[in-house]
């Protein structure tokens, strides 16, 4: 994630001839020097910047400081008491569980700079945050009671009032961003992975809990770009994203071989870490399939993980040691593609597969599960790889034969395909993409506009398709409501999902009515869901809760029901396991 971010602000500040900043927030980060070590390892061009956080607050006037927008109001009463500093680290208090409840910075002169407070509720019991900036006089300055807050108004001081874009590729840093609604800023986030904790299963799934911040909010993003067309329409088919969604590839800005030379066409090669998402015991039990007919056939196996031990074992008690051979880490692996006739990828899932990239470029024939995502994204089966159905060892290994016993001239008319294909994914075809689809964002960019809405729930019953709910939403604009959809969030769970709503609209109300079919929570597990409507008006988007305090009793069955909470606001409680009966939940809300 990290290398694509940077080869990307590279091809960027090398096509527009323009500086580009990477902004960090690391207080131990010190970007000077981090930039020379990036310029010397090739990894970023000269035109790239990186700022960091900290390091601005500490160069910062008193002038300046005092310009920046702080959450708290002034005056500032409650700042918390300063701790005493030894040495030359920054003091730090810290709870008997050894999570930190505040830290003290300070400028290179000694002056205080920022307290930072995490257990701002009470006293030493993690829970609340409270950041404050003073000025070289000891004044509190500025004051936020949210991390993200504090991080804005740095992004409104390093911004101004520029046109700017400003793209995240992070998940904790893009769950923060989504609040950072600019009319200058375009606001952009990248998704490196599945948008699901296990995306071979259901297409309703749960969230990764890592990015439930990013994808329960995506319509507050300008763009938000997948690597794969797979993945994009997956998200599209179950609503999590409804538009501003596009596809860029990351590219691959490696070797490319000029020529198709002479290699071994019994030896296959595989790179990867040894986790269970790479499923590498599936390429080692098909080589003992291989084995059995071509026995001069190996297979290299490059990376470390906490499987190495155990696919170690299974090696051996399939006997297989001469033809699967564990190599352990390697920095140069990729190398090893120009020497093999094919390479393996048996994951359960990818977030789109560069080692899939770096095989093509070698000429070195994949053969891939078609898993999400990325290998349909990239292959063309029998042209320049093969995709194999996913879990199927028995095929893996037929696949792997079928390479091995192809002519020459066949073979070389692959690996030429391969050299083919990697070129659409170089890096001036991938910034020729960003392009568009930025240009495309900036065009569609509309000033946030203000209003109100109310979303009330008038009726609600159940029967075999789901729970159908009836809304009345009003709004205090004479906008027209363009968009509705039902959403539902886990309270305590990544379960999230939505459906599209129909919408009659007279003057400024709007009769609203979804359905929400109970296979959308079959794979939610168990808990409460809070229900919310989405609506867009004029481009301004906006989520509210829904009222539901007519609602006497719960309505639905099977997995699902719907109620109403002690605050009179709709919610829906999971019930994993229960039979449905379609004469269940034929309760009217009033």
């Known amino acids: 994630m990290t290398s694509a971010a940077l080869q990307r602000a590279s091809q960027f500040a090398e096509v527009d001839k323009r500086v580009v900043e990477i902004l960090t927030l690391s207080p131990q980060m010190d970007p000077k020097r981090r930039r020379a070590a990036l310029l010397a390892s090739k990894k970023i061009g000269r035109r790239v910047r990186i700022r960091n956080l900290w390091t601005d607050l500490r160069r910062m ?139 071979t299963g259901s297409p309703y799934g749960l969230l990764p809990p890592a990015k439930k911040e990013i994808l329960t909010h995506l319509d507050r993003y300008d763009l938000v770009t997948t690597l794969t067309e797979g993945q994009r329409r997956d998200m599209l088919d179950s609503c999590l994203a409804v538009g501003k969604i596009q596809t860029v590839s990351n590219m691959y800005d490696g070797p490319i071989a000029e020529r198709i030379g002479p290699r071994p066409t019994g030896r296959g090669v595989m790179v990867g870490r040894l986790v269970r998402q790479k499923r590498v015991e599936h390429a080692i039990e098909a080589m003992a399939l291989v084995h059995e007919t071509h026995p001069t056939a190996v297979l290299d196996i490059f990376g470390d993980g906490i499987h190495r031990q155990r696919l170690a074992s299974l090696i051996n008690d399939l006997e297989i040691g001469d033809a699967v051979r564990l190599h352990g880490y390697d920095a140069d692996a990729r190398a090893q593609f120009e020497h093999a006739s094919f390479s393996i990828l048996s994951s359960r899932f990818e977030g789109q597969g560069l080692v899939l990239l770096e095989s093509l470029a070698a000429g070195c024939i994949p053969i891939a599960y078609d898993v999400p995502y990325g290998p349909s994204d990239i292959i063309t089966h029998g042209v320049n790889g093969f995709l194999v159905p996913a879990g199927d060892t028995t095929e893996l290994a037929a696949t792997v034969k079928h390479v091995i016993s192809l002519g020459n001239q066949e073979l070389t008319g692959m690996r030429e395909a391969a050299l083919s294909r990697v070129a659409d994914f170089a890096p001036n075809v991938i910034t020729r993409r960003w392009r568009d689809v930025l240009c495309e964002a900036a065009a569609a960019k509309t000033a946030d506009k203000e209003f109100r809405v109310r979303a009330i729930l008038r009726d609600a019953y159940a029967t075999d398709q789901g729970i159908h709910l009836a809304l009345e939403v009003v709004l205090d604009t004479w906008d027209a409501l363009d968009r509705a959809l039902v959403a539902w969030v886990g309270r305590k769970t990544p379960a999230y999902g939505r459906v599209l709503a129909s919408i009659e609209t007279e003057a400024q109300t709007s009769r609203v009515h979804a359905v929400l079919p109970y296979d959308r929570f079959t794979a939610a597990g168990k808990g409460l869901l809070d229900v919310f409507l989405d609506v867009s008006v004029a481009g301004t988007l906006r989520r509210v809760r829904i009222t539901a305090a007519g609602l006497e009793q719960a309505v639905g069955s099977g997995p699902a029901e719907i109620y109403a909470t002690q605050h009179g606001n709709a919610s829906i409680r999971l019930h994993t396991g229960r039979g449905r009966t379609a004469d269940q939940g034929i309760t009217r809300a009033i």
């Open 61 to 199: 006037t008193d002038k300046q400081i005092s310009r920046l927008q702080g959450t708290a109001k002034r005056p500032i009463t409650h700042v918390g008491e300063q701790l005493p500093t030894t040495g030359t680290a920054e003091p730090m208090r810290s709870d008997d569980s050894g999570n930190i409840l505040q830290v003290d910075r300070y400028r290179r002169d000694g002056s205080l700079l920022a307290i930072d407070r995490r257990d701002a509720r009470r006293r030493g019991h993690l829970g609340g945050r409270r950041i404050t900036v003073f000025d070289r006089k000891g004044n509190a300055s500025a004051q936020w009671e949210a991390e993200a807050d504090f991080y804005h108004s740095w992004i409104d001081w390093v911004v101004d009032d520029r046109p700017a874009t400003i793209i995240s590729d992070s998940s904790p840093i893009g769950g923060m961003m989504h609040g950072y609604r600019r009319d200058n800023v375009i606001l952009i986030q990248v998704l490196h992975n599945p948008h699901l904790k296990d995306p």
